[in-house]
């Protein structure tokens, strides 16, 4: 029983780490459509998300059947339960990605470019704490995990700038507004990511530490 258990935990291991890299290569496609207003990465973070909505569901029928199976308890409990949850994020980002590359789109068929915005500071952040996040998992590293959380204050003071930003632009310039309100939909959509490399970062510390970290306040 316990090969069994431990053959089936590294399927669902390799499976995560394969959806983890579709997903970062979808946010990079999407990213870098919107801050070079490239038409075909911003087409392929939208194509994409097909085979990442595939994995999810592969993946939760793996968890159900391991849960099914070998009842796990303690660590392999965590594991599994913090698989799902994982997988659910990298979904949700995929999703985000894929309405950036949309978002994009739809901006470059109005030929209007933006202003004086932070998406290339915002993306390297984003990025940065999904890669982190992920590489976590991987080594089981809840020291890495918790940076990670410390890290979204960053991306929300931006985002908050950018609606500030285009909020104004939209008083100033009503025909600016379809375009504002694209940018705004693509500011929010980073930011949700950045969210959600928050929520697997937190999952990390839960599977490693067996501690939960999402309400601090509680804690205390």
Known sequence: MTRHIERDLEKLKKLVLTMGGLVEQSLQQGTRG?????????????????????????????????????QPVAGDLRFITSTMKICNDLERIGDLARNLGERVLAIL???????????????????????????????????LAREVCMRDDLVDEINSQHF?????????????????????????????????????????????????????????
């Not at 939209?170 to 379809?178: K, L």
């Not at 694209?182 to 530490?209: C, K, P, Y």
């Open 164 to 220: 500030e930003i285009l909020q104004e632009r939209m008083r100033q310039d009503p025909d600016s507004v379809f375009v504002a309100v694209s940018l705004l939909s693509a500011t929010r959509n980073i930011e949700r990511i950045a969210d959600l490399a928050t929520n697997i970062a937190e999952d990390v510390v839960f599977l490693v530490d067996a501690q939960d970290i999402r309400h601090p306040s509680l804690n205390d």
């Open 34 to 70: 919107l801050i070079e207003w490239d038409e075909q990465s911003a087409q392929a973070a939208i194509d994409g998300d097909r085979e990442i909505d595939r994995l999810q569901l592969e993946i939760d029928e793996e968890c159900l059947k391991a849960l099914a199976l070998h």
């Open 109 to 143: 068929e109005k030929k209007v470019r933006t202003g004086p915005l932070q998406f290339a500071k915002m993306v390297e952040l984003t990025k940065g704490m999904l890669q982190d996040s992920l590489d976590a998992m991987v080594n089981e590293d809840s020291k």
